[in-house]
């Protein structure tokens, strides 16, 4: 996901990141908040006309190929150089909207700035860039799958943040999704190394700032559009990246024959997944687009398998499985909460 929506949020995008904020990673901006519109007393109105639920999984489908492309992109472009990129191309699609946007922004409090500014230049940049970071260790499947935790961390972090009250079954689908994370990131969970626990932190940290700007993002969704939003996000994010690129010491250009997969980066898994996400959800019932995402993570673990040659071992695959059905299982038990 930038994976991714995430991506905006309501939430990875749009309400803020998605869970996507996808995830997702930094040109996306996955599903932050996948809850349908509601009524006045808060129940999901389902969308009317034709059910598009094949619309959701393509957009997911193709955001699991942010797998294919990142993770090979990282090996002869650094990862603040590659995000930066990434956030001038999508940037660049979304010029014509930049003046309004910027217009938007000066009309918010002080505090909708502040988390703004946490969305574009954490959960945009930043959470990307430890996102890739992940990559260049050669296992594209556990950033992938780890990135799933993001409810979790959203869940946690409204309470300390929002002072939402979790729900008290909540443990029962967290503490299988840690154990299933734990599984996935490591192949020999018993016997784990320094070099082990690297990647699988830098993933899980990107999952917590993309988890944070779906948080916030709550706070953003009656001041700015969704499209004002994802504009901003990526302008902060593209000004933060530039820093990070340039105080680390990195080269502010990529060899010339990396660029066709950067723009693929950031336009294929980034923009259009994230247009045929939203286009799809219109008509789609929240519960049926939760189940259609999960082409996400299996799609980019199948890519790294297949494509990548990564090898997964029994006990990874045991904990993909946990960590598909723990996350998607909490998704719809909150959604039946709420209803």
Known sequence: MTTTAPPLASPGPVSTVGQADRAAPAGQVGPADRSGPADRSGREIVPRGRDRTWLVALAASLWGTDTLLRSRLVQTVPAPTLVMWEHLLALLALSPFLPGALGAARRLSGRQLAALLVIGAGSSAIATILFSRAFAFGDPVTPTVLQQLQPVFAIALAALLLRERPRPRLALFAVPALVGAWLVAFAAPLHVGVRDVTPALLAVGAAVLWAAGTVLGRGLTGALTPRELVTLRFAIGLVTA???????????????????????????????????????LRSTPATRATLAELSYPVVGAVLGVLVLHTVVDASQWTGIAVVVAAVTGLSLWERRCRS
């Open 242 to 280: 530039f820093v990070v690129t340039v105080s680390t010491h990195r080269s502010l250009t990529v060899p010339p024959g990396a660029l066709p997969r950067i723009v693929g980066l950031a336009w294929v898994p980034g923009l259009l997944a994230l247009w045929l996400y939203y286009t799809g």
